[in-house]
């Protein structure tokens, strides 16, 4: 899909493009999880740069990272649409309005703090943000529950239960995740070697 994308316009186009919706998408989005459910409906829904299904292949990545999600979510849209360019493009625009919002904080911000304005303000962004994290893992659910296969949702039933159970760190809990995932890449690629 993102072939697609490269082939509708030139390289410098396609890096102004991801640029200016990069820098939108950051401007308009507050936090890591909110950024990626804009990006998921610009990319994929008005774009049609990437499926649904190669979206949340990205989202798992950006998860599995270390870092701030914002700029390795469009890092990698950015390399998945224009190469390296493409992902310097992206990442700058992400992390401008960010950048130019707290130079401005900074200079004024006992006038902000104080403000009643910035108070109420921030409280409706929160529950914004809210909104895009159930639109997030609506989709995320709906995609794993699309195939019928009982695996993804086991492994969601009990990856939900050690973190809100166990005070355990979340690093196990990936590495649990990761090393299931390989097992059962393996299992896989067994029945298809004894399949042929």
């Known amino acids: 899909m993102a072939d697609k994308a490269r082939g509708e316009e030139g390289l410098l186009g396609r890096l102004l493009a991801l640029f200016l919706a990069t820098f939108t998408i950051s401007a308009t989005a507050n936090s890591g999880y909110a950024i990626i459910a804009v990006m998921r409906d610009d990319f994929v829904n008005k774009r049609k740069w990437f499926t649904e299904e190669e979206m ?9 990272c270390p870092g701030p999600m914002a700029v390795t979510s469009s890092m990698i849209v950015g390399y998945q649409s224009a190469g390296f360019l493409g992902s310097m493009a992206a990442v700058l625009g992400v992390i401008t309005p960010p950048f130019a919002v707290m130079a401005i904080v900074t200079l004024f911000y006992q006038a902000i703090v104080s403000n009643p304005y910035v108070d109420i303000f921030m409280r409706g962004m929160q529950m914004g943000v809210v909104a895009m ?11 794993a529950t699309k195939k019928s296969i009982v695996y993804p ?43 042929d």
């Open 56 to 64: 949340n292949d990205y989202i798992a990545i950006v998860q599995s």
């Open 133 to 143: 994290l159930l639109d997030i893992c609506i989709g995320l659910f709906r995609d």
């Open 153 to 195: 949702l086991v492994i969601m039933v009990l990856s939900f239960l050690y973190v809100r159970l166990t005070s355990f760190s979340i690093m196990w809990l990936a590495f649990g995740c990761g090393a299931i995932g390989a097992v059962k890449a393996l299992l896989i690629k067994k029945e298809v070697e004894a399949n």
